[in-house]
């Protein structure tokens, strides 16, 4: 089983992910091409919190799946808006 101290941490790695991610979106929508590795460097990002997301969610109790649950709506929202801008 997972323990708090290991959600806690994820979900705030999660928190810093994505705390980057819009800063290269914003960036991207002002600047268009200026930030392409940075950008792909978010998604990327983005993807590998998803993917651990996963695997941590096999090993953890109901409220935290649930956690974990809000905490991928929000990465993959990101994901998606990232996907659909065009940069």
């Known amino acids: 089983m997972a323990t708090r101290q290991s959600v806690d ?3 705030q790695h999660c928190e810093d992910v994505i705390r980057f991610a ?5 960036e991207a929508q002002r600047q268009e091409h200026d930030n392409d590795i940075e950008y792909m460097n ?8 998803v993917n651990d997301l996963a695997h941590l ?3 953890c109790n ?3 799946r ?4 809000r905490m991928r709506l929000q990465l993959e929202q990101l994901q998606n ?4 801008l065009d940069h």
């Open 22 to 26: 819009k800063e290269q979106y914003n």
């Open 9 to 11: 941490e994820f979900l």
């Open 42 to 49: 978010a998604q990327q990002m983005l993807e590998q919190a």
């Open 66 to 69: 649930e956690q974990l649950h």
């Open 57 to 59: 969610a096999l090993s």
């Open 81 to 84: 808006d990232m996907i659909l």
């Open 62 to 64: 109901a409220q935290q």
